[in-house]
């Protein structure tokens, strides 16, 4: 597979690229599969992002660090380790890939 797309470029870049769609959609027109799974990392960081968030919900808040500034850079540095994670992977990027590429599926009520 070309990693020219892939994990390199998603640990690359910043937690908040704007134009990161914009590449994805480039990099599928030039190499589906690479777009396909660069989409699917983009997703799995979403994702992983949302976990953290309602983690650092449900703990209790220090009054000594419960300011609007260091939930700003709290909520930064969230999004940049959800990014590093997406790119090691939890392997919700390896099944979108596998279940994207599989097609759609057959309902057993039709027949072909």
């Known amino acids: ?3 020219t797309f892939g994990t390199q470029a998603t ?11 914009n590449q994805i ?5 030039v190499d589906g599969e690479a777009g396909l799974r660069q989409a ?4 799995e960081a979403v994702f ?10 449900a703990t209790g808040k220090s009054e000594l660090f419960d300011s ?11 999004q940049q380790l959800t990014r590093h ?12 890939v596998q279940q994207l590429q599989q097609g759609p599926a057959q309902n057993p009520a039709q027949k072909p």
């Open 11 to 21: 640990q690359a870049r910043m937690a908040l690229d704007v134009q990161s769609l």
């Open 48 to 57: 992983l992002n949302m976990v953290m968030q309602s983690m650092r919900e």
């Open 85 to 96: 994670l997406a790119t090691r992977g939890i392997g919700l990027a390896d099944q979108l």
């Open 68 to 78: 609007p500034q260091t939930q700003q850079m709290q909520s930064m540095y969230d």
């Open 1 to 3: 597979m070309n990693d």
């Open 40 to 43: 699917a990392e983009e997703f």
């Open 25 to 29: 959609k480039a990099n599928n027109r």
